[in-house]
């Protein structure tokens, strides 16, 4: 039993590398077609902690954030379709 849970662990591992890859790859080919890269329109909030142990949130303006078309983020940026997802991003003072 502990043997097919290995390989059933080494299995998907690999799996998972070779999706990477070829998402990795379809992204350098996007490159080539000046499709790989987006913007995604956020929201940037702060949340800052105070001495009595509350969180003061304060909204700032909405900002555009480059992000790549792919599966995985790429090259520092995160994925468009985790931003289009996630519009508001929190900052931790």
Known sequence: MKKIAGISLIAAGLLLALIYVGDYAALRLR?????????????????V????GRTEYVFGSMQDQSCV??????QGQRPCWYLRRHPEQQVEI
């Open 31 to 47: 490159i080539r077609r000046n499709t790989a890269y987006g913007t995604v329109t956020v929201r940037v909030y702060y949340a």
């Open 49 to 52: 902690q105070e001495k009595n």
């Open 69 to 74: 078309n792919s599966v995985f983020g790429h």
